[in-house]
């Protein structure tokens, strides 16, 4: 059977529209696997207080894992000297770093130390202990090879790792900051949890930071908006409809309720990232 040029372009571009629309529906079905899946481990672990000594464990190896691929293309997600060039891809990390830097360089606020929590490959404090010699920095995460995971970021005296997990830390007295950040890593705690780091910190932290993405709500009349964390029910934290199991909480509320009022509350865009930033800047009554 002879078939025509004109028929066979014809032919081509439908098929080809049918290839496109079925890897489409697959793609898109793929991530609702992952996002239901997401949403009931966060379901099953939302009463949890702090993690199990084999929760650590498990942690510490999942971590170590991922840094290991993280640890071949991070140093290449510098921040920029001028902080608002930095790569896209970095986007959070100029963004906690820009909120840290006028605490840490005003005199009167007497920050000496900070902490990261869960700062993995830390290219915020690589940056921030650069400039700022006269503070102490100190990355905590469960990988026990911190050191050597962050060797090809640029280095400083005053910059130092700790391993294990910041709650027992922070409440055993070993890990202290005047400042302490939380960047893409308090969405990871539970309500109850969350709460467990405030109090360990109302006791002596100055300042907290966090700078967080901030997602669409599985289960929320707001789902077709940016819900404001001051709508969340504060002891009852929603759970993100994306690619993690993480939680949306009030943390104006529960910040203030462990002494820490608000300074700055924003959300912001994410340039090239398909969601929001929440950045926090909480001062503690008592001693700031
Ligand atoms: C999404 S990663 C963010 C890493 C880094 N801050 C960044 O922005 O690239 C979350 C980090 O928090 C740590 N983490 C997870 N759960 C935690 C918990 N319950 N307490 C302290 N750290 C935790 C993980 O080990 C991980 O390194």
């Given at each position: 059977m002879?078939?025509?040029?004109?028929?066979?372009?014809?032919?081509?571009?439908?098929?080809?529209?049918?290839?496109?629309?079925?890897?489409?529906?697959?793609?898109?079905?793929?991530?609702?696997?992952?996002?239901?899946?997401?949403?009931?481990?966060a379901?099953?672990?939302?009463?949890?207080?702090?993690?199990?000594?084999?929760?650590?464990?498990?942690?510490?190896?999942?971590?170590?894992?991922?840094?290991?691929?993280?640890?071949?293309?991070?140093?290449?997600?510098?921040?920029?000297?001028?902080?608002?060039?930095?790569?896209?891809?970095?986007?959070?990390?100029?963004?906690?770093?820009?909120?840290c830097?006028?605490?840490?360089?005003?005199?009167?606020n007497?920050?000496?130390?900070?902490?990261?929590?869960?700062?993995?490959?830390?290219?915020?404090?690589?940056?921030?202990a650069?400039?700022?010699?006269?503070?102490?920095?100190?990355?905590?995460?469960?990988?026990?090879?911190?050191?050597?995971?962050?060797?090809?970021?640029?280095?400083?005296?005053?910059?130092?790792?700790?391993?294990g997990?910041?709650?027992?830390?922070?409440?055993?007295?070993?890990?202290?900051?005047?400042?302490?950040?939380?960047?893409?890593?308090?969405?990871?705690?539970?309500?109850?949890e969350?709460?467990?780091?405030?109090?360990a910190l109302?006791k002596?932290?100055?300042?907290?930071?966090?700078?967080?993405?901030?997602?669409?709500?599985?289960?929320?009349?707001?789902?077709f908006r940016?819900?404001?964390?001051?709508?969340?029910?504060p002891?009852?934290s929603?759970?993100?409809?994306?690619?993690?199991?993480?939680?949306?909480?009030?943390?104006?509320?529960?910040?203030?309720?462990?002494?820490f009022?608000?300074v700055?509350?924003?959300?912001?865009?994410?340039p090239?990232?398909?969601?929001?930033?929440?950045?926090?800047?909480?001062?503690?009554?008592?001693?700031?």
């Amino acid at each position: 059977m002879d078939v025509s040029l004109k028929d066979f372009v014809k032919y081509n571009i439908i098929i080809g529209f049918i290839h496109y629309l079925k890897l489409q529906f697959g793609l898109l079905l793929i991530s609702s696997l992952e996002f239901a899946r997401n949403y009931t481990r966060a379901h099953d672990r939302k009463e949890k207080m702090r993690l199990t000594p084999r929760d650590i464990t498990d942690m510490q190896q999942q971590e170590e894992e991922i840094v290991t691929n993280d640890y071949v293309f991070r140093p290449s997600l510098h921040i920029n000297n001028d902080l608002s060039t930095s790569p896209g891809k970095a986007a959070m990390y100029p963004k906690a770093a820009s909120l840290c830097l006028p605490l840490l360089t005003d005199p009167k606020n007497g920050i000496k130390t900070m902490g990261n929590v869960g700062a993995r490959v830390d290219i915020i404090s690589s940056y921030l202990a650069q400039r700022n010699p006269s503070v102490s920095f100190v990355s905590v995460d469960f990988q026990s090879n911190l050191v050597e995971l962050n060797s090809l970021l640029p280095q400083s005296d005053n910059w130092s790792f700790m391993s294990g997990y910041a709650l027992d830390l922070f409440e055993q007295g070993k890990l202290q900051g005047d400042l302490v950040l939380f960047s893409s890593t308090s969405v990871l705690f539970t309500n109850k949890e969350l709460r467990l780091y405030f109090n360990a910190l109302s006791k002596s932290t100055k300042y907290s930071i966090l700078n967080e993405g901030w997602w669409p709500a599985a289960k929320s009349p707001t789902f077709f908006r940016v819900i404001k964390p001051e709508e969340i029910d504060p002891h009852n934290s929603l759970i993100i409809l994306g690619p993690y199991d993480n939680y949306l909480h009030n943390y104006p509320a529960i910040l203030s309720e462990y002494g820490f009022e608000i300074v700055s509350s924003e959300i912001g865009e994410v340039p090239n990232r398909f969601y929001w930033c929440l950045q926090i800047v909480a001062k503690n009554r008592a001693i700031a």
